[in-house]
Each structure stands twice: as structure tokens, then as C-alpha cells.
């Protein structure tokens, strides 16, 4: 029997319209009336993130809104937030967004009050305190980055992904409303739902988890395959936009007190190096890595299959197992999820780098499955050659 930890100092409001309660919601907080609102181009270019700046203007709030950042975010951007929050004199953080929004968001509450860049929290050398509270307003159903202690950023100079990671950076609240998913194109919906599928799949099976976080991740995984093909097919459905939400909120839940694997450690590379969006690269590798992982851990494997309807309890744990890969396979299929070999900018002349990069991510040791760099090197392969 083995000790664990599961923590969460998240208030979670969610439900239809309940972002426009936010100044309220601020208000019961006392956080101060400065507030850095954080977001990305496309969902500020989607009218999200005028009406929560109005309101908040309207309840007397002081709300400046930053949003120079890609969609895989740059420490060099989380440095240009940094500075925007002490030119304001900012009180708090108020992330509108993805994960890109949330994780940029995170690390400014972190930087803007401490200084320092990325690297330095990320390789321990500076200390996780003094962080501003952060407030996060998920648009889409996939990251759960609104109730995690995690931010991913990219070191610009070496394509790295760097992982800052501490229970200060946990958001002191999440609104999550459905609303502001209905107008998500169908290609995020797809590539967000599987990133919130994987989080489920790899914070269930990875050496740290926990079971607290393999009961969220069991429910999250039942949700979100019954879901997400319906909120990609009509993006106004509000009982699919609901589910996804919900599906995403528990699967943050999940691997945020436990960890990521191999997925995620590829899916980090891939996207460090190409830009490639982070579901995508996730969805790409999941049933490749899970084939392999499968192999030593059949038995837990076909648990997964069943909590998410590929199997049934009268199927052997070898059928399930079979069911789960093939299961996963049509899933991302029917969401028009690319191959790797079809994603802009992949060669396999990186492959070596992907793998290099995919070792040095931290995550790697909590794979279920012990993993060396020519396991990974044979799970590209075997991913390009599909």
C-alpha cells in the first residue's frame, strides 16, 4: 500500500452564462480592482473577451488586456505579460482562454511579482512564491489547465518545452461556462477533446497517480468519448459543450495531482519543434503509445476499454486491450485527426531530436511502462508509418 497526495484549492463555479457573473465572483475573492486580463488573438478576435473586460470595467475594475502570444507559448511572451502586469500595477491574472491562454497566464503570476524567467522556476532555481491569484475562464474543453498546478512553456531558443510546476501556481478560480465553447471551430473541439482524453488515460495509468485521480480520470473517460463526437459534429449542442467541459474539468482533476507520460512527453517534443498543435501531436501518438504500454499492463489496459465502452466485462482482458487500440484508432479517425507523416514540418530526419527532446521531458519516469529512447524512437516509426 503507498502514500499519496491529492490536492486542490480550486473553487470551481461552473455552469450556462456563468461567466458574466465574474466581477460578482471577483468581488467575493477581495483580490484588489487591477486585473491583467490574459488571452490569445483568436478567441479575443472571437468576441469572448469584450463583454468579461466590460463587465469587469463596469463593476469598477481596472481590466487591461494582454494577448501577444501563439498557441504553444513562448517564455520570451511570458516575459512581455511580466512586464505588462507590473506596468499596470496588475493585482491579479484573469486567463480567457485555451491552455495557451492559462499556461501564459500562470507563469506571468508568477514572474511579474518574483522576476526571473521560465527556465529558472522550471530547473528549481527560484522559488514558487509571492504569486498573484489567478482566475481562469476556459473557451475550450481540453487542457483543465483551470484546476492544475502546471504551466507548459516553450524556451524559444532550443524549442524545449519547460514545465513549471507547484501547487502556487494552482488558479484560486475556475468559471467555466459552455457558452464560450459554442463558437470553438471543429478542428480545436477535436484536437482539445483528445488532449483532455489523454489527460484522463495518462493521469489514470502513470506510476505517481493516485485514486482520487483514477476515479476522476475513469468518470472523465466515460464522458468524453460519449461527448466529444457529438460537440464535434454540431458545436451548439449545449448538453455535448456541457459534457465536454465537464469531461475536461475532471480530467485536469485527474493528472493534476499525478502526472502525464510518454504521450505527452512525444506530443511536447512535436509540438516544441513544429508548433504543432498540442492536441493534435497528443492524439497522433496516443494509440501507438498505448499498444505499447498495453504490453506489460494488460490487465489496467483493458480497465480503460471498459470505462470507455470499447469493451464490455464479458471480453478477456487480451480482446479488450485489442478493442482499446482499434477503439482509439476510429475515434481520432472519425474527428479527422491527421497522421503524423501529414503534420506541416514533420521529417523523419528530427526524429533523433524528437526523441532527445521526449527523454528530457520530466514526465517520461511516470510512464506506466519504463520507456528508453528506442522505445520512443520505435513509436515514431511506428506512428509515421501508419
Known amino acids: 500500500m503507498k502514500s499519496f497526495q491529492y490536492y486542490c484549492a480550486t473553487r470551481i463555479e461552473m455552469g450556462i452564462g456563468k461567466s458574466k457573473q465574474l466581477p460578482e465572483l471577483l468581488e467575493s475573492l ?9 488571452s490569445d488573438p483568436g478567441v479575443v478576435q472571437a468576441g ?11 463593476a469598477g475594475y481596472r481590466a487591461t488586456l494582454f494577448s501577444e502570444l501563439s498557441q504553444n507559448p513562448r517564455d520570451t511572451e511570458c516575459l512581455a505579460g511580466a512586464k505588462r502586469f507590473n506596468e499596470q500595477n496588475a493585482d491579479a491574472v484573469v486567463a480567457i482562454g485555451g491552455g495557451s491562454a492559462m499556461d501564459t497566464g500562470k507563469a506571468i503570476a508568477l514572474i511579474g511579482p518574483n522576476g526571473g524567467t521560465p527556465i529558472e522556476y ?37 524549442h524545449r518545452k519547460l514545465t513549471l510546476k507547484d501547487v502556487a501556481l494552482r488558479p484560486i478560480l475556475a468559471v467555466l461556462d459552455p457558452e464560450l465553447t459554442f463558437t470553438v471551430p471543429k478542428s480545436v ?15 489514470y495509468t502513470c506510476k505517481v497517480t493516485n485514486p482520487i485521480s483514477q476515479a476522476m480520470g475513469a468518470r472523465a473517460m466515460e464522458i468524453i468519448v460519449s461527448a466529444l463526437p457529438e460537440a464535434y459534429r454540431d458545436g451548439r449542442n449545449v448538453e455535448a459543450r456541457y459534457d465536454m467541459l465537464q469531461g475536461s ?14 504521450v505527452h512527453c512525444l506530443a511536447e517534443a512535436l509540438g516544441g519543434l513544429y508548433d504543432t498543435p498540442h492536441g493534435v501531436a497528443n492524439a497522433v501518438f496516443l494509440p501507438f503509445v498505448l499498444k505499447f504500454n498495453a504490453e506489460e ?8 476499454a471498459r470505462y470507455m465502452k470499447f469493451a464490455t466485462e464479458s471480453d478477456s482482458d487480451e480482446e479488450a486491450v485489442e478493442k482499446l487500440i482499434e477503439g482509439i484508432e476510429a475515434f481520432t479517425h472519425n474527428l479527422d485527426i491527421p497522421k503524423l507523416k501529414d503534420l506541416p514540418g514533420v521529417r523523419k530526419e528530427d ?7 521526449a527523454m528530457q521531458n520530466r514526465s517520461t519516469p511516470s510512464n506506466v511502462r519504463t520507456v528508453t529512447a528506442e522505445d520512443y524512437l520505435n513509436i515514431l516509426e511506428e506512428a509515421y508509418n501508419a
Open 249 to 262: 474539468l475532471l480530467a485536469g482533476l485527474c493528472f493534476g495531482s499525478a502526472d502525464v507520460a510518454a
Open 30 to 38: 477581495q483580490i484588489g480592482k487591477s486585473i491583467l486580463l490574459v
Open 48 to 58: 469572448l473577451v469584450e463583454p468579461i473586460q466590460a463587465k469587469l470595467e463596469a
Open 189 to 203: 473541439t477535436a484536437a482539445t477533446g483528445v488532449d483532455a482524453l489523454v489527460h484522463a488515460i495518462e493521469g
Open 122 to 158: 522550471a530547473e528549481g532555481k527560484r522559488r514558487y512564491e509571492n504569486v498573484a491569484p489567478i482566475i481562469c475562464i476556459p473557451t475550450t474543453a481540453g487542457t483543465g489547465s483551470e484546476v492544475t498546478r502546471s504551466s507548459v512553456i516553450t524556451e524559444a531558443s532550443t
Open 297 to 304: 499492463n494488460k490487465a489496467m489496459h483493458a480497465k480503460l
Open 351 to 357: 526524429f533523433g531530436k524528437i526523441v532527445e527532446l
